[in-house]
């Protein structure tokens, strides 16, 4: 079926306007009636205000809001204009330089937070007490088609400045309206996804497609989380992998029944194997899942069932999607050769707002900004970031593969490797990591030693409490880099 978001809301508020689509945990929850009575009455709000056609809308909204944020998302697309998701911990400069790079006309926000003065700014409150065209005053929106533009979602910025990716109705509701929706076999699907994230988004359009009711909380702690799962028997659960490694240091299955989950995907970053390993212990009847992609590809994917005869691997393509590898230039390499990773999307590809020929997009394919080789089988291995990879002397040093391996041992929660500056050798590598107890670093390296070659053992070993990451989920290695230069 091809449908746009606000037709999709609202089929499902047609044919199930009771069905329950969003909870947030002990605040509010969504039916799809609620959500597509309050979408339609902000939208016509928004045009009463102006917005137009393709208008850009901030929307700052926190964990503790997804009902709300929603509700907005979907009336700003009701509204014929696009949405611009954006976390309630961006700082006021980031939220600024966001909202400025893709000429927003206004900001919808939650109660209570600070936002730029760009244009205007309301809550969803506000907006719901704000005359409709029902009352007169003016003419509906035209509705939206395929091929406008819906959203706009900024990157990380892990690697430098964030950039507005751009996707279309079709792109975001591709693959959706089908008479089997995903995750049939859960009445609950949990997640702890922060908003302004690809991953966040994937979950809305959960919550508008998938079977089960998406349930999330205002704050993450693994204990919240676990109760959270063990209360709605969910049958599905998604997170980052640093959520599954806080859920595996604190032991939560030894208090909570997790054994009602039967899919645990983990997205956003590789999930290292030992974590994998750890939490099938956990969820004793789940199948234990990576999947791979990237704001700039979504919908497009790996995915990939823990195997332990393939800890390495992001999985193969499915749904349609393809995944190569290329050199820079885009010429194929054979299965085993290391190179660039690519990937094409059977939905309308996405694009860098404002930046329409950049070279990321070629031909229907992206470039993900990572090295990696397939096997025979089609299992895709990542071997590093493009822009993680150490380069030591004459060698070059996969920080992925480093990480997996200092992660094997028993003392270590989390640990992150990374380059820094050397006088001689140009760059050698250095291990961020916390602990269970103190673990000197003469004992790491002993530990390394047969493991790891000798230019891929760390010259540094810089204990933390935690690593920093961003609101993705993500290990900021600029942070770490400046710790290490500061120190």
Same mark, same amino acid.
Request: hydrophobic content about 45%.
């Given at each position: ?10 089929? +499902? ?11 947030? %945990? ?11 009575? +309050?979408? #339609? ?18 929307? /700052? ?129 949990? %997640? ?102 990237? #704001? ?25 999607? +393809? ?20 990937? +094409? ?60 391996? /200092?992660?094997? %041992? ?44 000798? %230019? ?32």
């Amino acid at each position: 079926m091809n449908l746009t978001v606000p037709q999709l809301l609202g089929d +499902r508020a047609l044919t199930d306007p009771d069905g329950v689509a969003l909870i947030v %945990h002990g605040s509010a929850q969504l039916t799809y009636r609620q959500w597509h009575e +309050r979408s #339609t009455a902000l939208a016509n709000a928004l045009v009463t205000r102006g917005v137009g056609r393709g208008d850009r809308v901030g929307l /700052v909204f926190g964990a503790a809001d997804w009902a709300d944020y929603a509700v907005a998302f979907c009336g700003v697309l009701a509204a014929g204009a696009v949405a611009v998701p954006l976390s309630d911990r961006l700082t006021l400069d980031d939220l600024r330089f966001m909202l400025e790079n893709c000429r927003a006309t206004g900001v919808v926000h939650a109660a209570g937070l600070a936002v730029p003065e760009i244009g205007w700014s309301a809550t969803v409150d506000g907006l719901d007490a704000e005359t409709s065209y029902e009352k007169g005053d003016i003419a509906p929106p035209e509705p939206a088609e395929l091929g406008d533009l819906a959203q706009i979602l900024y990157t990380s910025g892990t690697t430098g400045r964030p950039k507005g990716v751009s996707a279309t109705h079709a792109n975001l509701a591709y693959g959706c309206g089908a008479k089997r929706r995903p995750f049939a076999h859960s009445r609950h699907l949990v %997640h702890a996804f922060p908003i302004g994230t690809n991953a966040g988004q994937a979950m809305l359009i959960n919550a508008l497609d998938a079977q089960p009711a998406v349930v999330t909380l205002p704050r993450f702690t693994p204990a919240r989380f676990a109760s959270l799962i063990e209360s709605y028997r969910a049958g599905t659960v998604f997170l980052v992998p640093a959520m599954a490694i806080e859920l595996v240091n604190a032991k939560v299955a030894e208090r909570h029944d997790l054994s009602s989950v039967l899919l645990l995907g983990s997205a956003a970053a590789p999930l290292p194997s030992a974590v994998a390993q750890a939490l099938t212990t956990a969820f004793p009847n789940a199948t234990i899942t990576n999947y791979y992609t990237s #704001t700039e590809a979504a919908p497009a994917q790996t995915v990939m069932m823990f195997d332990p005869d393939r800890p390495g691997s992001v999985g193969r393509a499915i749904a349609g999607g +393809r995944v190569r590898i290329a050199t820079a230039e885009g010429e194929p390499l054979a299965p085993g050769e290391t190179g660039e990773v690519w990937m +094409r999307s059977p939905a309308a590809p996405r694009a860098y707002y404002g930046d329409p020929d950049s070279g990321t997009f070629r031909d229907g394919w992206v470039r993900m900004g990572d090295l990696g080789y397939i096997d025979a089988d089609g299992y895709l291995y990542l071997v590093d970031r493009e822009s993680d990879v150490v380069k030591s002397g004459a060698f070059k040093v996969s920080t992925i593969h480093v990480e997996e391996v /200092v992660y094997q %041992h028993p003392a270590v929660i989390e640990a992150a490797a990374f380059g820094v500056p050397h006088p001689v050798l140009g760059t050698v590598v250095t291990v961020a990591l916390a602990t269970r107890e103190p673990l000197a670093p003469e004992d790491l390296r002993i530990f390394l030693k047969d493991r790891l070659a000798p %230019h891929e053992l760390p010259a540094h070993v810089l204990a933390v409490d935690a690593l920093p990451r961003n609101a993705g989920g993500k290990v900021d290695k600029k942070a770490l880099r400046r710790t290490m230069e500061d120190a």
